[in-house]
């Protein structure tokens, strides 16, 4: 049963990043903002949802699975980041490239420590 929490929260997160792919363009940089977004908003989300699923332990393996495992692990990109950001400096822009790195790095990483500041504060 576990497997298909995963299975239909991957398929949701999938087809979230998806239509946000199909609605976000390429900026003029190069950069996929879409891809960009998705990465931190998804950060934030996972690290708003851990403070609650952590304080549940167990009982709440099966909204770990489906939540953090399943819809944030379908949704965020950082497979699709990585080739990205490879495109790029195969490119030659190398610059572009480091300086995406390094943006989608810190601002996932301050999403991450935002949602779980926001989280802590509720409870």
């Known amino acids: 049963m576990t497997w298909?929490?995963?299975a239909f929260g991957s398929a949701i997160g999938?087809?979230?990043r998806y239509g946000v792919a199909r609605v976000m363009p390429i900026a003029p940089a190069g950069w996929a903002i879409g891809t960009l977004?998705?990465?931190v908003l998804g950060s934030f989300l996972i690290?708003?949802?851990y403070p609650w699923v952590a304080a549940r332990g167990v009982t709440a393996e099966n909204a770990r699975l489906f939540w953090m495992t399943g819809v944030l692990g379908g949704f965020t990109t950082y497979s699709a980041?990585?080739?990205e950001t490879s495109l790029l400096?195969?490119?030659g822009d190398w610059i572009a490239a480091a300086s995406y790195t390094a943006l989608?790095?810190?601002a996932c990483l301050l999403a991450a420590l935002a949602g779980r500041a926001l989280?802590?504060?509720w409870t």
């Open 4 to 6: 298909l929490f995963v």
């Open 14 to 16: 999938g087809m979230l």
């Open 37 to 39: 977004f998705v990465n």
């Open 47 to 49: 690290g708003l949802l």
């Open 81 to 83: 980041f990585a080739l």
């Open 89 to 91: 400096g195969a490119g």
């Open 104 to 106: 989608t790095v810190i």
């Open 119 to 121: 989280a802590m504060a």
